[in-house]
């Protein structure tokens, strides 16, 4: 079980390739890649996304995240990444990939990861336009995929 | 304790980080805020948002009711926007 937060861009393919080698018991790998729009909330043309974080808790959030996932499903392993700095459009900016025996399982604990990531876990994006730079709102949406998983 | 802020807050306070001794009687996330506010014209404005904004006391979320005491690092941030 790996977190990890980088600045620089990352290969999802060589990750996944990398994760998943070797694994005789593993039926089911899921990923979840999240990339760069070329379009700002508003529709303007995005030149960057700028991610700022809080290093020690994000990491340290991001750890718990995957704690909880591993208490709830059976994970072989879980991996995620997730960028901070500048990040162009088309770029990767979060992976999240996890293995397991059968595929239900699998799914379920990425989007887990995915929907609980983009409420908890100390990122905030800013958008470079022409216009200048502002940061991104967050979206109500978001807070309900997360709600869904909470217990009782 | 310290204090630390970040994005849209950060920019408002005009501050990163600071050191600072609440008074007595701060005994809440929801009372240093208050405490914050009186701070001067920045803080009023980083804190306006009242509720929107989120705390983490040594690096875990934080309700406003939750206790500081002996907390070493207390966060203030707008909702999160990442992944």
């Known amino acids: 079980m790996t977190v990890r937060l980088q600045s620089e861009p990352f290969d999802s393919g060589a990750e996944v390739a990398r994760l998943s080698e070797g694994r005789a018991g593993v039926g089911a790998v899921v990923t979840f890649t999240g990339l760069c729009r070329d379009r700002a909330d508003n529709g303007a043309p995005l030149e960057a996304l700028i991610l700022e974080h809080y290093p020690e808790m994000a990491q340290a959030e991001l750890e718990r995240i995957e704690a909880e996932a ?6 072989v392993d879980a991996l995620l ?20 025996a059968h595929r239900a399982t699998a799914f379920a604990a990425a989007e887990f990861l995915m929907d609980y990531l983009k409420t908890s876990a100390p990122f905030w994006k800013q958008e470079e336009t022409a216009a200048g730079t502002g940061w991104v709102a967050a979206k109500d949406a978001d807070d309900a995929a997360a709600e869904r998983w909470s217990r009782g | 304790m310290k204090l630390k802020y970040f994005a849209w807050v950060r920019e408002r306070v ?16 929801a009372e240093l805020v208050d405490w914050l506010r009186g701070r001067g014209p920045d803080y009023e404005r980083a804190f306006a948002a009242g509720p929107a904004i989120r705390a983490a006391i040594d690096k875990r979320h934080a309700k406003p009711d939750a206790s500081i ?9 707008p909702p999160m926007t990442g992944g």
């Open chain 1, 70 to 75: 591993r208490a709830r499903w059976p994970l």
């Open chain 1, 81 to 100: 990444v997730h960028r901070y700095g500048r990040i162009r459009p088309g770029e990767p900016i979060v992976l999240v990939a996890t293995l397991s």
């Open chain 2, 14 to 29: 005009g501050l990163a980080e600071e050191d600072v001794d609440a008074p007595a009687g701060v005994a809440t996330v």
């Open chain 2, 69 to 77: 005491a002996g907390a070493g690092e207390i966060a203030f941030f």
